[in-house]
């Protein structure tokens, strides 16, 4: 189903997601970087290979032709998403902070087949959501700051299409801090929604 070049750059996704670590200007002041203290430090926190298979195969059954991305980090789960909707000439914009994250994300992506079906924002997300006006936005997958998720949905409830899917990561690992989110979707626009019990938990619902 996946061409070895594809597996390939997953391989080398999920080595970087395990060995790469950022620090903060804080964090370098007070020398953690010099320690190697690598639990202080800003990691890419990717989804597991089993969560990238399962949002693939939404995309690949829902269809959806504008996914937006919360949270890029190095861009493992924009692969999977990347490589499904370009199978129905779909595009995905993903939002990130650290630029140094999307620089790596972009590199995964360029001289790929992949490339047009990607577009890469670095900034704060709630900056480039009222920059770029996404829409109609048929897939939102929000993996970034769990405590902004309802000022996000919030914001993009106009922007979202008739059949739109929201998907919230974390929601077993993190129920306090996604509960809220999922609630917001439940009570304001959920038709239908499901928690895939994968490790970290993955919220979907359907407008
Ligand atoms: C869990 S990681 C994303 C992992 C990625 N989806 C994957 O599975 O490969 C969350 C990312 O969101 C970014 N982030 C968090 N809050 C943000 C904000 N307000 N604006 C932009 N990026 C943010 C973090 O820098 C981090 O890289």
Not at 78 to 104: D, M, S
Not at 159 to 178: Q, R
Request: glycine residues 4%; proline residues 4%; negative net charge.
């Amino acid at each position: 189903m996946f061409d070895d070049s594809f597996l390939h750059i997953l391989d080398q996704a999920e080595d970087q997601a395990k060995n790469l670590v950022w620090y903060s200007p804080s964090q370098i002041e007070r020398g953690d970087h010099l320690n190697d203290d690598r639990t202080k430090g800003m990691r890419p926190w990717s989804i597991s290979r089993k969560t990238g298979e399962l949002l693939h195969n939404l995309v690949i059954t829902e269809k959806p032709k504008i996914i937006v991305e919360l949270g890029t980090s190095i861009g493992y789960s924009t692969l999977w998403l990347a490589h499904a909707v370009q199978q129905h000439n779909g595009h995905i914009h993903t939002l990130e902070r650290i630029p140094e994250k999307t620089a790596i994300a972009k590199e995964h992506i360029q001289n790929t087949s992949l490339q047009d079906s990607v577009s890469f924002y670095n900034g704060e997300i709630i900056d480039i959501l009222r920059e770029q006006k996404f829409q109609p936005i048929d897939m939102l997958f929000m993996d970034a700051d769990k405590s902004n998720y309802v000022m996000y949905l919030e914001f993009l409830r106009p922007y979202l299409s008739p059949y739109a899917i929201i998907i919230i990561d974390n929601v077993l690992s993190h129920p306090e801090k996604t509960e809220h989110a999922v609630n917001w979707c439940k009570e304001h626009i959920a038709q239908e929604s499901n928690i895939f019990p994968t490790e970290s938990g993955i919220f979907f619902c359907k407008t």
